[in-house]
């Protein structure tokens, strides 16, 4: 049983006070429920990209940002919503509660270019990955606004600032600008590797650090499932409903 998160300090789980707001939890869910989660995944519901492939519920965002107004689908509620609300997770975005889920899928070789995540949502997301641990790596953007030479582009190009180890079952919430003041990106690598305390910056935080003492760690099918609070809901249906061109992300 995993524990129900009632009295859980938050503050004592974040990664560093150095970098941004960003939180890790190992084990916020059990085996049990991680693989009733897998099972219920409607495999009608990918979208395939080249590199990996996502569901958005309970709807993609249509052109203007705009969420139109529906549950999440209880499979995605519980018993995820009821421990973020405990942990005051949402509290202070606008509908106090994530209303969007983005899952992605990773098989060993796949990531995401480094990216912030825009304007639709507010600045808290929570990530429960599924299936396997991999690296999510943190950018700072450097102010790559002019390069005179190509050969510049290593300098100004966006730099790894932290690497964030995410075990299966894990939680991890990004906070106060962290995935808009800074880039994040899944390298797309089949093992992530120089993983230690120096470089691992959840180090002390993860659930079971003895599976990485070797340094590396083999990828498998990873999903997450990413919460959010869209910040613009509408109720008018058929008008969205109408629109054509629906966007991704
Ligand atoms: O899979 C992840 O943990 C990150 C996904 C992500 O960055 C996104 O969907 O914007
Ligand atoms: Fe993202």
């Known amino acids: 049983m995993a524990a129900d998160f009632a009295d859980f300090d938050l503050s004592q789980r974040r990664i560093s006070s150095l970098t941004p707001e960003i939180f890790?939890?190992?084990?916020?869910?059990?085996?049990?429920?991680e693989a009733q989660l897998l099972g219920k995944?409607?495999?009608?519901?990918?979208?395939?990209?080249?590199?990996?492939?996502?569901?958005a519920h309970p709807s993609q965002l249509a052109r203007n940002n705009t969420l139109l107004r529906a549950p999440l689908p209880p499979w995605?509620?519980?018993p995820v919503v009821p421990r973020f609300e405990r942990l005051g997770i949402f509290s202070d975005t606008p509908h106090r509660a994530p209303n969007h889920v983005l899952l992605n899928e990773y098989k060993p070789g796949e990531g995401i270019m480094p990216h912030e995540d825009g304007l639709a949502y507010a600045g808290v997301v929570?990530?429960?990955?599924?299936?396997?641990?991999?690296?999510?790596?943190?950018?700072?953007?450097r102010d790559g606004t002019r390069m005179k030479e190509p050969k510049d582009r290593s300098q100004n190009g966006p730099k790894v600032i932290s690497r964030i180890l995410q075990e299966p079952r894990s939680l991890l919430v990004t906070k106060g600008g962290a995935y808009a003041d800074y880039l994040h990106g899944i390298a797309p690598v089949t093992q992530d590797t120089d993983l230690n305390?120096?470089?691992?910056a959840n180090w002390s935080l993860l659930g079971n650090p003895t599976a990485f003492e070797s340094g590396t760690s083999k990828r498998e099918t990873r999903i997450s499932l990413t919460y959010r609070?869209?910040?613009?809901?509408?109720?008018?249906?058929?008008?969205?409903?109408?629109k054509k061109n629906i966007l991704v992300k």
């Open 229 to 242: 609070d869209v910040l613009k809901v509408s109720d008018a249906a058929s008008r969205i409903l109408g």
């Open 126 to 141: 929570a990530t429960v990955s599924l299936g396997s641990t991999l690296v999510l790596d943190i950018y700072s953007k």
């Open 24 to 33: 890790y939890i190992p084990n916020f869910i059990s085996a049990d429920e």
């Open 197 to 200: 305390p120096s470089t691992v």
């Open 76 to 78: 995605l509620t519980d």
């Open 41 to 55: 995944i409607p495999p009608n519901r990918w979208i395939v990209l080249t590199h990996r492939r996502l569901q």
